[in-house]
C-alpha cells in the first residue's frame, strides 16, 4: 500500500521546476550496438529524496491519529518526478551516455560486450552504494540478452514495442 496526500493546494503555489524529462527516442539511440543489459529499479525512489529542512513543514498533512510531515520526497508532489530525475543524472553523470540510462528510477546497464558489462555493472553497484540508493532486490534482473524498458523491447538486433503494450491498446 502507498499512501498519497492530495497536494493540489501546495502544486498550485508551487514553482514548475522545468527540468526536462529526456526523450525515450534519445535513451533508445544510446543502446545501438549494445548486447548486455541489466535493469535495476530503485526500491520507493522518491523516498530515498531527502525534503530540504525548510520544506518540510509543507508536506504536513493531519489524520485522527495525529500531525505529520514527511522528510522524505512524498508522492503527489508536482516537482516530484523532476527533482527526483535530476538527482538521478547528478550521481550518475560520468556514466550518462556510455553505458547507462536513467530514467527516473529504473536503471538500464548497457554494453556492446561481456568482459566490458562486469566493469559496467561493478561501477554501477558501487555508485549506488556510495550514495547510499537502494535497489528492489526482486526487480534486479542481470546479463540480459533482451531487456524489456519503458514499455519497449531491446534486444541486440534493435528496439521494438513490448507485445504485451500493443495486445493491451487493442483490447
Excluded at 502544486?11 to 535495476?40: C, E, M
Excluded at 561481456?114 to 532486490?137: C, G, H, W
Aim: overall charge neutral.
Amino acid at each position: 500500500m502507498q499512501m498519497c496526500i492530495d497536494y493540489r493546494q501546495l502544486n498550485k503555489l508551487t514553482i514548475k521546476n522545468k527540468y526536462p524529462l529526456p526523450r525515450i527516442d534519445d535513451l533508445f539511440d544510446q543502446l545501438r550496438g549494445a548486447s548486455v543489459f541489466s535493469k535495476i529499479d530503485l526500491r520507493s525512489g522518491y523516498y530515498q529524496l531527502r525534503v530540504k529542512e525548510e520544506d518540510i513543514q509543507k508536506t504536513a498533512f493531519r489524520t485522527r491519529y495525529g500531525h505529520y510531515e514527511f522528510l522524505v520526497m512524498p508522492f503527489g508532489l508536482t516537482n516530484a518526478p523532476a527533482a527526483f530525475m535530476d538527482m538521478m543524472n547528478r550521481v550518475f553523470q560520468p556514466y550518462l551516455d556510455q553505458f547507462i540510462v536513467v530514467f527516473i528510477d529504473d536503471i538500464l546497464v548497457y554494453s556492446e560486450t561481456k568482459e566490458k558489462y562486469d566493469e559496467y555493472l561493478r561501477i554501477v553497484l558501487q555508485v549506488l552504494r556510495e550514495k547510499q540508493l537502494y535497489a528492489k532486490f526482486s526487480k534486479y534482473e542481470f546479463w540480459l540478452s533482451e531487456v524489456t524498458f519503458l514499455g519497449h523491447v531491446v534486444p541486440a538486433e534493435g528496439i521494438k514495442v513490448d507485445p504485451l503494450k500493443i495486445e493491451a491498446i487493442l483490447e
